[in-house]
């Protein structure tokens, strides 16, 4: 897929993207959920390698394909990988998938309510190494804890200049400020990062387009304004939390908005089954998803 092509499957196509992109301190998490326990490696490179594994099994299995998978974030030392034998964001271009890469550092200690991103002194030398394997994106994320204006404006104002980075590189933005879905405030803090997310998008310079990446709001249909605005790419939604039966009805709720989940889609695979077994699973949770997604109806159970 060439640029265009790729712009047009994420602005327009029907399906979902993929979050396959755990960091080195939610890795033991991830794979303790696959049933590999702490202790099944001996460093850090083992553990690595038992991830890599997990990711390559779900982007080669035949139930994964852009049919309905539109795209798919990756880690960085996943990226850097191979899957039978080519660069892994090469390898999901064959197969119809469009790949990004997750680019932040982590997270800052909160303060106003917000955990900003860490600096990331190499991000120009990753935008560079990422483009050069075909990655069409980017995925950045901060979060959002408490309803505190200045707090989420600085949220904001560091996205958009971590966006404007990685647009001056040729990829496009996934803009991520993350409302904790347990907030006690949630449904303020959605209404004020709309708020400073419109300001952002509307202050933008030249006719660059970003995506964003937000959790599911308290109230359906809130951001309806951000699916609609002429600077937005796509908007995308990550589970959370919610487990997949609750982020699907809850994502069906919200026209125009389609999944970009992790654990959400990976929480029923296990390293224990069968090829047969894992392809199953994995096809019926990208089924559930892709219903959430397009006809806006969670499968019935």
């Known amino acids: 897929m060439l640029d265009q092509d790729m712009t047009k499957k994420i ?45 390559v099994r779900i982007i080669t299995s035949p139930a994964f394909t852009g049919d309905k998978v539109i795209g798919a974030i990756l880690f960085e030392r996943t990226m850097d990988g191979e899957a039978e034998g080519k660069p892994v ?25 917000v955990q900003l991103m860490k600096p990331m002194p190499e991000l120009d030398a990753l935008l560079k190494r990422a483009k050069g394997l075909g990655v069409f994106g980017t995925k950045e994320r901060s979060v959002v804890n408490l309803a505190n204006r200045e707090g989420i404006a600085a949220i904001v104002k560091q996205q958009f200049e971590v966006g404007q980075q990685v647009l001056a590189a040729g990829l496009v933005p996934i803009i991520e400020p ?55 790419l796509r908007v995308v939604a990550l589970s959370g939390g919610f487990k997949r039966p609750e982020a699907c009805v809850e994502l069906a709720k919200n026209k125009g908005i389609i999944a970009s989940f992790s654990r959400a889609l990976l ?23 892709y219903q959430a997604s397009t006809a806006k109806a969670p499968v019935a159970a």
């Open 11 to 55: 602005a327009e196509g029907d399906g979902f993207i993929a979050a396959l992109d755990q960091s080195g301190g939610s890795t033991p998490k991830a794979l303790k959920g696959y049933g590999v326990e702490e202790g099944a490696w001996g460093s850090d490179e083992e553990m690595f390698g038992l991830i890599h594994d997990m990711r």
């Open 89 to 113: 964001p090469q390898a999901l271009i064959e197969r119809g998938v469009v790949p990004f890469i997750k680019i932040d550092k982590g997270l800052e200690d909160e303060a106003n309510g």
């Open 267 to 289: 929480e029923d695979l296990r390293h224990q089954m069968t090829d047969e077994e894992f392809d199953a699973s994995l096809g019926d949770a990208i089924e559930e998803i």
């Open 178 to 232: 993350e409302v904790n879905i347990k907030s006690p405030e949630r449904a303020e803090a959605d209404a004020i990062l709309l708020d400073e997310l419109l300001k952002a998008l509307d202050a933008m310079p030249g006719d660059d387009k970003v995506m964003l990446k937000l959790s599911l709001p308290a109230n359906p249909g809130l951001f309806d304004p951000l699916v609609e605005h002429p600077r937005v």
